[in-house]
């Protein structure tokens, strides 16, 4: 079954919002938040299976006015609803940044702050 997913919940009307709520028992401003990044972007990956299952609920509840809380309980698939948000494949491990490779490799000289406040003798 396709639909596609809507993230502008800001648009959506107050009743959807309701409906989702009483039929998910989830609330969807605060479950949103928590898989959002600092940009704001959300991860399909920390979305749970309710909170999907509601969106797609909701979109094809807007196609279809009759199309029923139940109904979208029993036709919508693991894929239907990770195609519905658009990341239908697991998203790439992301690389280690700088920090985190420079404190996996140890280093067998002396650090920077365990030579700091200790100068070597001038030649005057």
Do not use: C
């Amino acid at each position: 079954m396709e639909v596609k997913i809507d993230l502008d919940i800001m648009a959506y009307p107050a009743g959807d919002l309701i409906d989702f709520e009483d039929a998910t028992g989830l609330a969807l401003i605060p479950e949103l938040a928590k898989s959002a990044d600092e940009e704001g972007n959300v991860s399909t990956a920390l979305l749970s299976g309710p909170l999907l299952l509601g969106l797609a609920w909701i979109a094809k509840r807007r196609e279809d006015k009759h199309f029923t809380w139940q109904m979208a309980r029993e036709q919508f698939s693991v894929s239907d609803l990770l195609d519905a948000m658009g990341e239908a494949e697991e998203p790439p491990l992301a690389e280690p940044n700088r920090a985190q490779r420079r404190a996996s490799v140890k280093s067998s000289g002396p650090s920077a702050s365990s030579t700091a406040g200790h100068r070597k003798p001038s030649a005057a």
